[in-house]
């Protein structure tokens, strides 16, 4: 773990001790009434917390959260009460006392007495606070056209220690989206904007549309742009690019957040600027463009007007023209070759293989058999043939056999989802499943009895008062053999800007679909203020079409929420109504977390536990389930300097310890594995494989690799 996670996370978890150790109220009360809130029970959390509040009447969590009570009912006033109430209790701590000023400036903004909410949000500053909600109230105090002193924005700045001005920028090594890796000594003599963060972070999100703007303007300057990533995938990344049409950055993947640290990156953005000599003229942790502020995007635009490259003259680099340097945009593409295959098993045991191609020189959408042996079947059959970027595909075969695959392209000017199905070697015209102005990306398939399937992805959101796209949302159709549905909004409704991506479906034996999804959900659902605002995994069970009860949380809970980014979940389902849930989190290491709904109708899932190696790299994980209900996983986990696959296998009530997949080769990267389960209780494993920077897609059987006789 870096020293600043661990900082963080023993942060957290102190501040947790002294609210609720030193309090009268005890953590499980405080739970209790906070799983009333995330239900939307909240006059049943009323009820809780007011009954609990007649034995502690000064007890300032319970006032606390009777104010957010009274907030999420839109009744402000109460509210403002309950608030003021906590700030005037007996052995109030600082964090607390910080984020209900917060909460009285939000509810004054709600109640017309904008005067007032600066006020509050200008005393969040006087007591001791964590940075999240520091620059919740910096933000609010922008919005309201509030000056912001240099002394509130050095409370949010990087640490002494971290501050990068004025000295030589750290070196790195991290890969693109072709798993090429890059050194910042290779870009010697070129200024370089360097934008760090995260595609589900909301200020990286609203500064998506304004680095483009800067990517314009000075490429041809010979600025270098860098979008810097931390904890995600490449699939991730590349959504996330093409969404903000971003062919001038090239994007770089810190799978185990190792450069956090080294760049200072305490929050998310982080902006770093360097010279053409190699030294940082700017470091900043805070978002530069918030709420239409030009402010802090004039200092930058002043900042890059200023730098000159030092490269080569033209023709001296093959990357540079007229004197300039820049990316190209194929740096940005998935891969060279055949790529990210996605499997599915057919009623006689054929194997079905959906993957993508560059062979024509655009991505499109290819299909490949297998017979039940793993040999493949004729030729390969092209799905899509678009000028567009058609990627993303997912397969899913009928229980009458007819093959159904989806994908995503950039064909009609935005990012769609299509589909397109195989009936006896006969194709379909393909089907635009979404029509919307923004993007849909992420679309995943699942077949259930009947001739029935589930569709589920996730699209942008476009505010329509500033034009900026941020925040996502996630989206299911069902076909009951016939047609399909209009689409059902997944996620809950409220609150309205809150970020959810990455679905994936499975469909029980029962016929219910199960969607699970990354939810980054915010402070304000929370009893504990310092809990941070980071993606968590929930899932929603729906019949025909409609969402059956409420949303689930299933992301980490063992060694807390507050502290684990969860994302990438993959879903299974049991030939009876058993669930299992496998995803990555990022807690200090990157590793696999798995759990499971036993019978489908538990009113929770079971604890989480890590499937993969504690003291490795690991991520991307997909889970099947054999037809007697057994479930195997497998993963891909990093050996040295390559990605390996890796699997464990449910036996005798638990999970075998990690062990390395047969079939790939040694030398070679390996990435998106899927696993399915075919006909035979035979398991297999479909991967992408880059040997020398040619990409190939693989189908091995799931099996434990042995060492060779000898060793």
């Known amino acids: 773990m870096n020293k600043w996670m661990a900082a963080f996370i023993s942060l957290m978890l102190m501040t947790a001790s002294l609210i609720f150790g030193g309090l009268a109220v005890g953590q499980g009360d405080v739970q209790s009434i906070t799983k009333k809130i995330l239900d939307k029970d909240l006059d049943g959390a009323f009820a809780e917390a007011s009954a609990r509040l007649k034995n502690h009447p000064a007890d300032a969590v319970l006032l606390k959260l ?159 742009f860098l979008k810097v990533n931390f904890g995600e995938s490449e699939a991730a990344l590349k959504d996330f690019l093409n969404h903000y049409r971003a062919d001038g950055l090239l994007g770089l993947v810190d799978f185990n957040c190792r450069y956090i640290e080294t760049y200072g990156a305490t929050s998310w953005p982080t902006t770093v600027i360097v010279d053409e000599k190699g030294i940082v003229r700017y470091h900043s942790v805070e978002a530069f463009y918030h709420g239409g502020n030009q402010e802090p995007f004039e200092v930058l635009d002043g900042i890059l007007s200023r730098l000159k490259s030092a490269v080569a003259k033209a023709g001296e680099d093959p990357d ?28 006689q045991g054929r194997l079905w293989m959906a993957y993508i191609s560059d062979r024509d020189g655009d991505n499109n959408v290819y299909l490949r058999g297998y017979d039940g042996n793993g040999k493949a079947m004729g030729k390969d059959v092209p799905v899509s043939r678009s000028l567009g970027d058609d990627y993303a595909c997912d397969i899913a075969v009928a229980s009458d056999d007819s093959i159904w695959i989806t994908w995503v392209s950039n064909r009609t000017g935005v ?82 800007v809150e970020d959810h991506s990455d679905p994936a479906v499975a469909v029980d034996g029962e016929g219910r679909a199960w969607i699970a999804w990354s939810f980054d959900y915010h402070q304000r659902l929370y009893a504990n203020p310092l809990n941070a605002d980071l993606p968590t995994i929930f899932a929603q ?17 063992e060694t ?31 590793r696999v977390i798995l759990t499971s709904l036993k019978a489908g109708d538990a009113a929770d899932f079971s604890a989480d536990i890590v499937a993969s190696d504690v003291r490795a790299v690991a991520c991307t994980p997909s889970i099947a389930v054999d037809r007697a209900g057994v479930p195997a996983l497998v993963w891909r986990q990093l050996d040295g300097d390559r990605w390996r696959l890796y699997g464990s296998r449910y036996r005798s009530n638990e999970w ?15 990435s998106d594995p899927v696993l399915v389960a075919g006909t035979d209780g035979a398991l297999w494993v479909a991967f992408t494989e880059r040997t020398g920077g040619k990409a190939e897609v693989r189908l091995v059987r799931f099996a434990e690799r042995r060492p060779a006789s000898g060793i």
């Open 66 to 224: 009777l104010g957010q009570i009274e907030y999420e009912r839109g009744r402000y006033a109460e509210s403002a009460e309950f608030i003021g109430r906590s700030l005037n209790a007996d052995a109030l701590p600082s964090g607390l006392k910080a984020w209900n000023l917060l909460y009285l400036g939000m509810g004054c903004e709600k109640l017309k007495k904008p005067e007032e909410a600066v006020v509050h949000y200008r005393d969040v500053f006087g007591v001791e606070a964590d940075r999240r909600t520091l620059v919740r109230a910096l933000q609010a105090l922008r919005r309201l056209g509030q000056p912001v002193s240099s002394e509130m924005y050095h409370k949010i700045a990087p640490r002494d220690e971290y501050r990068l001005e004025g000295k030589p920028a750290p070196d790195f090594a991290l890969p693109d989206l072709q798993g090429r890796m890059h050194t910042l000594s290779e870009w010697k003599g070129s200024p370089l904007f360097i934008h760090l963060g995260t595609t589900w972070c909301g200020g990286c999100q609203g500064e998506g549309q304004a680095v483009e703007k800067f990517v314009e303007k000075y490429k041809s300057r010979g600025v270098v």
């Open 320 to 347: 540079c023209e007229n004197g300039a340097c820049s990316i190209k945009s194929k740096g940005n593409a998935s891969a060279a070759g055949d790529f990210h295959p996605r499997l599915a098993v057919d009623g």
């Open 415 to 496: 990012y769609d989802v299509f589909l397109k199905s195989y009936k006896n070697g006969e194709g379909s015209k393909d089907m635009k499943i979404t029509r919307t102005t923004d993007d849909a990306f992420g679309p995943r398939l699942a077949a259930g009895p009947g001739g029935r399937l589930w569709i589920t992805y996730y699209r942008w959101n476009t505010n329509p008062e500033n034009g900026v796209s941020r925040d996502r949302d996630v989206f299911a159709r069902f076909y009951d053999g016939t047609s399909w549905s209009e689409e059902t909004e997944v996620n809950p409704l409220e609150p309205k």
């Open 541 to 557: 069970k729906l019949a025909d079409g409609r969402k059956e009860g409420n949303a689930l949380f299933v992301g980490v809970r």
């Open 560 to 590: 807390g929420n507050d502290s684990s980014i969860d994302v990438f979940p993959s879903l299974a389902a049991g030939p009876g109504k058993d669930i299992w849930c496998a995803w990555d989190a990022f807690a200090g290491t990157r």
């Open 656 to 670: 075998s310890e990690p062990f390395p997949v047969s079939g790939p080769a040694a030398k070679n990267d390996c």
